[in-house]
Every structure is written in C-alpha cells, then in structure tokens.
C-alpha cells in the first residue's frame, strides 16, 4: 500500500474525463487520471481488423459541434465528410434523395423530384432548421416534456417522410427509433447537422480521444478504481490515492447508477472495392426491418478499408434472429434497400454490440456536471448524449474547480 497526494485525481479517460484534464492542465493544475482500460476513450473507440478501421459502434463527428473545435487542433484529424442529406431507400431498390440543396446543388434535381415526401414537408425542414440555428444546447433545463415524437407530430409531416427521413434518420443518432428524446435536442440537432457536416477522423474515431490525450497530463492506464472516497480513492491493486478533489468521470453504469440506456448493434461487412458508392447515410425507410441505416465508411474515408476492398456499416434496431443463415436474411434485405451492389460478394466482418451505448436524458439538470464536497462527477449522462455534451461536461467542471482551487 502506498500513499501519493495529488491536486485533482479524475477516474475515466473518457471523453468527458479528457477534457477536464486538458482545461485543468492548460491552468498548470497538477491533475492525474485514472483509467481501467488498456487505452483512452472510453466509448469511443476503434478497432483494426484484417486492414479495417471499425469504430466500435457507428458513429460520427459532427464539424459543427462547438466544443470538439474547442478541444482540438481539428485539422489534425484529416477527417472526411459524409454528404450532407441521405438516400432513403423506399422499397424494392426504389431510391429518394433528401440532400442539402445549398451544399449540393448538382443534387437539387433529384432532390427536388425524388424527395421521400412532399414538398410542403421539404420546406417545413427548411425552415425549422433556419428557425433553429441559433437553438442553444441548455435545452436540459425545463423541456423534458415534450418529446421529439411529440413535436414531429405536430409539425405535420408526411407518413412517408417520417417513415423515410425522420425516423431512420434520428433513430439512428438517438439509437431510439421511437424518438422519445425531448424535442429540444432534436432542434437543436437539427440545426447542428443542417449547419455542419458529419465526418469521419483518417484512423477513425478513437483518433478524438488519442489527440486529447496529448495534452491532458499525466493518465494511469490499466488502473481499475475499486472504492471512491471523501479525498482518496482505493484502487483494485489495493492501492491508495489522497486527493484535495476528485473527478468522477465514470460512465453512469460504471458509476453503478439506475437507469435506462440505449443499446446498439453494428454489423460490419467487407466486400470487394467498387466505384461510385454513395457518401452518404442509406436510411431505411422499411419500420418492420431490422436494418435502420447503412452506409459505406471507406467511401468517404479511404482509410476504412485495406487497398482493393470496401467496409459497409449496419445499424440495426433490433439484432437479427440468431440464425446460421442471418448473413441471408441481411443480404435479402440489403439487395432491397441499395440493389446496385452485389451482395453475395459481402461476407460478415464483425459484429458490434454495445449495450451501453446512450444513457437516458437527465432530468432536471441545471448543471453540466454534479457536485458532493470536494468530488464532482461529470460525463455526457449528466447534461445531454453526445460526444459535445460529454466534452462540455468535462470543460465546465474544469473551469468550475478552477475558480474553486483560485488558479
Ligand atoms: C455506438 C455509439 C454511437 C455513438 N454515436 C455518437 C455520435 O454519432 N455522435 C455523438 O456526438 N455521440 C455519439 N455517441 C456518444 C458518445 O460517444 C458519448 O456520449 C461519449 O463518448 C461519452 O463520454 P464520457 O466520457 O461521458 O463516458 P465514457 O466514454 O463512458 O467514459 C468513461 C470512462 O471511465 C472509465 N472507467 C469506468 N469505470 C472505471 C473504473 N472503475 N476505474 C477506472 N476507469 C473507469 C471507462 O473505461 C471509460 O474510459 C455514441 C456512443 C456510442 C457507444
């Protein structure tokens, strides 16, 4: 058993518990994180297969999120866009075209005239996200109540624009196709991808949390805590660490708290490189499929895939029936939603679970992180789930013990 005392001790590499340190640091605060996993990130990660950059769990980086500039040098991430919009696939390889017109006008065309609903509901999308730009994320505080459902509904879209656009499209980033997340974060997403663009890092998206931990001190890597307590922490070698604060930056299930979260299933296939697929999200307009969207990764980031072969990324709402012959079943499936691939040359390459992916929105929360004497906690759980929102998470409680510790 040892002894150390240190200025701020912060358990968890995530994003959230980064960012903290790196604020901290920049004020010449001695700060030491504690992380139980081989590497820094915490959910976001990426793994490397045969040559393949898979990102545990589809996600993006969206250009236009304030605190990933903030936390940045984000050139040194030589990412790629997604464009902006998305096919949607109605059935029987029927494809509709839901793009930005300012960002691609060479699509207006068929945006115009292959739109997957009306034109009144292309002009409403129009104008909530103008209406929303300036939506500010404190939408924590006092809506809770009206959900995304709620407001989509009354906004009065079409079946076939909900069943296309909408609910696919926000399903999938909410990991909740019912889309019973407050409406304020759908505005205020919303005007997040309208403005921004969504993209993908060259060595995928665990290059985010590789470039923060650069600058955010000192980090013991496989180093599970066991016990937090008032000013020290007991750790699982037995070890004791003093602390004059402590950052708890745990997701909320390794914090050991009750509530509900969203899980996610991807399924990576690999296929041999082909010319001219789309840069963009393929949502799925089918509600009774499993598959919600899909999308080709290498190609709109080349390094996704080994030279000669391309990577296709699956989101599933639901996991498919534990069958031997489910890689049918997908591909039946997939030849109905984009026909102009061959299936058969796609083989399973992996298949990612996370049961943990998206806590449920806090409720009542007027802070971005939470206080009990002399430790905080802190992580996207307590102001809103997104990568922005573990970030500012991070940075607040950052800037708070600041003004606390008087540097
Ligand atoms: C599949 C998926 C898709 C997503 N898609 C998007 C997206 O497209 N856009 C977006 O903005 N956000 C997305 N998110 C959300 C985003 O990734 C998270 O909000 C964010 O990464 C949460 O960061 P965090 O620091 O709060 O928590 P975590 O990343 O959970 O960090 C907690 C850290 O604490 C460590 N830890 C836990 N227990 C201990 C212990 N006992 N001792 C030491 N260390 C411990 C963990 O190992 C981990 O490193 C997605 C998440 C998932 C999983």
Same mark, same amino acid.
């Given at each position: 058993?040892?002894?150390?005392?240190?200025?701020?001790?912060?358990?968890?590499?995530?994003?959230?518990?980064?960012?903290?340190?790196?604020?901290?640091?920049?004020?010449?605060?001695?700060? /030491? *994180?504690?992380?139980?996993?081989?590497? #820094?990130?915490?959910?976001?990660?990426?793994?490397?297969?045969n040559? @393949?950059?898979?990102?545990?769990?589809?996600?993006?980086?969206?250009?236009?999120?304030?605190?990933?500039?903030?936390?940045? %040098?984000?050139?040194?991430?030589?990412?790629?866009?997604?464009?902006?919009?998305?096919?949607?696939?109605?059935?029987?390889?029927?494809?509709?075209?839901?793009?930005? !017109?300012?960002?691609?006008?060479?699509?207006?065309?068929?945006?115009?005239?292959?739109?997957?609903?009306?034109?009144?509901?292309?002009?409403?999308?129009?104008?909530?996200?103008?209406?929303?730009r300036?939506?500010? $994320?404190?939408?924590?505080?006092?809506?809770?109540?009206?959900?995304?459902?709620? @407001?989509? #509904?009354g906004?009065?879209?079409? $079946?076939?624009?909900?069943?296309?656009?909408?609910?696919?499209? =926000?399903g999938?980033?909410?990991?909740? !196709?019912?889309?019973?997340?407050?409406?304020?974060?759908?505005?205020? /997403?919303?005007?997040?991808?309208?403005?921004? +663009?969504?993209?993908? $890092?060259?060595?995928?998206?665990?290059?985010?949390?590789? /470039?923060?931990?650069?600058?955010?001190?000192?980090?013991?890597?496989?180093? %599970?805590?066991?016990?937090?307590?008032?000013?020290?922490?007991?750790?699982?070698?037995?070890?004791?660490?003093?602390?004059d604060?402590?950052?708890?930056?745990?997701? @909320?299930?390794?914090?050991?708290?009750?509530?509900n979260?969203?899980?996610?299933?991807?399924?990576?296939?690999?296929?041999?490189?082909?010319?001219?697929?789309?840069?963009?999200?393929?949502?799925?307009?089918?509600? =009774?499929?499993?598959?919600?969207?899909?999308?080709?990764?290498?190609?709109?980031?080349?390094?996704?895939?080994? %030279?000669?072969?391309?990577?296709?990324?699956?989101?599933?709402?639901?996991?498919?029936?534990p069958?031997?012959?489910?890689?049918?079943?997908?591909?039946?499936?997939?030849?109905?939603?984009?026909?102009?691939?061959?299936?058969?040359?796609?083989?399973?390459?992996?298949?990612?679970?996370?049961?943990?992916?998206?806590?449920? @929105? !806090?409720?009542?929360n007027?802070?971005?992180?939470?206080?009990?004497?002399?430790?905080?906690?802190?992580?996207?759980?307590? *102001?809103?789930p +997104?990568?922005?929102?573990?970030?500012?998470?991070?940075?607040?409680?950052?800037?708070?013990?600041?003004?606390?510790?008087?540097?």
């Amino acid at each position: 058993m040892s002894q150390q005392r240190h200025q701020v001790i912060i358990i968890g590499a995530g994003i959230a518990g980064l960012r903290c340190a790196q604020v901290l640091h920049q004020k010449g605060i001695q700060t /030491l *994180i504690i992380e139980k996993e081989s590497e #820094a990130g915490g959910r976001i990660r990426t793994r490397e297969k045969n040559g @393949f950059l898979l990102d545990e769990g589809f996600q993006v980086l969206l250009d236009s999120y304030e605190e990933v500039r903030r936390a940045i %040098p984000f050139a040194e991430l030589h990412t790629k866009t997604f464009d902006s919009g998305a096919l949607v696939a109605a059935g029987s390889g029927n494809l509709r075209y839901a793009f930005h !017109p300012l960002r691609h006008p060479d699509r207006l065309f068929y945006t115009l005239f292959r739109f997957p609903g009306t034109l009144s509901d292309m002009l409403k999308m129009g104008w909530m996200a103008l209406k929303y730009r300036h939506a500010h $994320p404190d939408f924590w505080k006092n809506v809770q109540k009206e959900t995304t459902a709620t @407001f989509i #509904a009354g906004a009065h879209f079409s $079946p076939s624009f909900y069943l296309g656009f909408l609910r696919p499209f =926000f399903g999938g980033v909410f990991l909740d !196709p019912n889309l019973g997340l407050p409406a304020a974060y759908f505005r205020w /997403l919303l005007a997040k991808f309208f403005s921004g +663009s969504a993209c993908l $890092p060259e060595k995928g998206m665990a290059a985010l949390p590789a /470039l923060m931990a650069k600058t955010a001190g000192e980090i013991r890597l496989n180093t %599970p805590v066991r016990e937090i307590n008032e000013g020290t922490i007991l750790l699982e070698n037995k070890e004791i660490l003093e602390a004059d604060w402590i950052v708890d930056a745990r997701s @909320f299930q390794d914090k050991g708290e009750k509530g509900n979260f969203r899980n996610t299933l991807t399924l990576y296939l690999e296929g041999p490189a082909q010319k001219d697929l789309p840069q963009s999200l393929i949502l799925n307009a089918d509600p =009774f499929s499993p598959i919600l969207h899909l999308c080709f990764p290498s190609a709109t980031q080349n390094s996704y895939a080994p %030279p000669g072969k391309c990577l296709c990324s699956i989101t599933l709402s639901s996991p498919l029936p534990p069958e031997e012959d489910a890689m049918a079943v997908m591909r039946s499936g997939l030849q109905a939603i984009y026909p102009k691939v061959n299936w058969e040359e796609f083989s399973l390459l992996e298949t990612i679970e996370i049961p943990y992916a998206l806590p449920a @929105f !806090p409720q009542g929360n007027s802070l971005a992180f939470r206080t009990e004497g002399r430790k905080l906690s802190i992580g996207d759980h307590c *102001i809103y789930p +997104s990568l922005n929102g573990a970030l500012r998470s991070g940075r607040e409680a950052a800037e708070w013990l600041i003004r606390k510790i008087g540097a």
